[in-house]
């Protein structure tokens, strides 16, 4: 977030995860002047996991719950759908092996929805094999991002933050308008 003196205009970079919720002081390096500032808290992210094994769902929940995520598990791929429709979530984690789908058609009726175009997608690859996987894949099927099940730990948490900065895509009807 950027900080402006209001005695010199003089600009300032803070991290808004540091301070958010918070009121800080100040002093500004071009003119001494002390002013204070109210961060706004960072809203929740609401995260909608979609994964077949209920030990990867817990231990995804505790990491994402202790980083300030509001989390919503499915474990199946019909409930998945009406989860997505009346939850609206910031970001699905979706298990490229759940039952009931193939892991292609979940991104495009999130894509096709209106109510869910802001959604993003991030795989979550159940298999790993280190000698295999020596780059990102070619195709994550309309899905933003993917993460391999033995990273999640901050890393997952870094992905979810990384794609809910991506630029938002527009499509042709949102391009008609001006």
Same mark, same amino acid.
């Given at each position: ?13 803070? =991290?808004?995860?540091?301070? !958010?919720?918070?009121?800080?002081? #100040?002093?500004? %390096?071009?003119? /001494?002047? @002390? ?9 929740? =992210?609401?995260?909608?996991? !979609?994964?077949?094994?209920?030990? #990867?769902?817990? %231990?995804?929940? /505790?990491? @994402? ?28 984690? @979706? ?28 795989? @979550? ?54």
């Amino acid at each position: 977030m950027i900080i402006q003196c209001p005695a010199c205009a003089g600009r300032f970079s803070a =991290r808004q995860q540091r301070f !958010a919720g918070k009121r800080i002081s #100040i002093r500004c %390096s071009r003119c /001494q002047h @002390l002013f204070q500032v109210a961060v706004p808290p960072i809203p929740r =992210r609401k995260i909608l996991l !979609a994964h077949q094994d209920s030990r #990867i769902c817990e %231990s995804v929940s /505790q990491l @994402l719950k202790a980083n300030g995520f509001a989390l919503h598990v499915s474990q199946d791929g019909a409930q998945t759908l009406q989860d997505l429709e009346a939850w609206q979530p910031d970001v699905l984690l @979706l298990g490229v092996a759940m039952p009931g789908f193939l892991p292609f058609e979940i991104p495009q009726k999130i894509r096709g929805n209106p109510l869910l175009m802001r959604t993003k997608v991030i795989l @979550l690859a159940s298999i790993f094999n280190q000698a295999a996987y020596r780059r990102r894949p070619d195709n994550l099927y309309g899905a933003d991002d993917y993460v391999d099940e033995h990273l999640f730990s901050q890393e997952l948490v870094n992905k979810i933050d990384r794609v809910m900065q991506q630029p938002e895509v527009l499509t042709n009807d949102d391009t008609s308008a001006g």
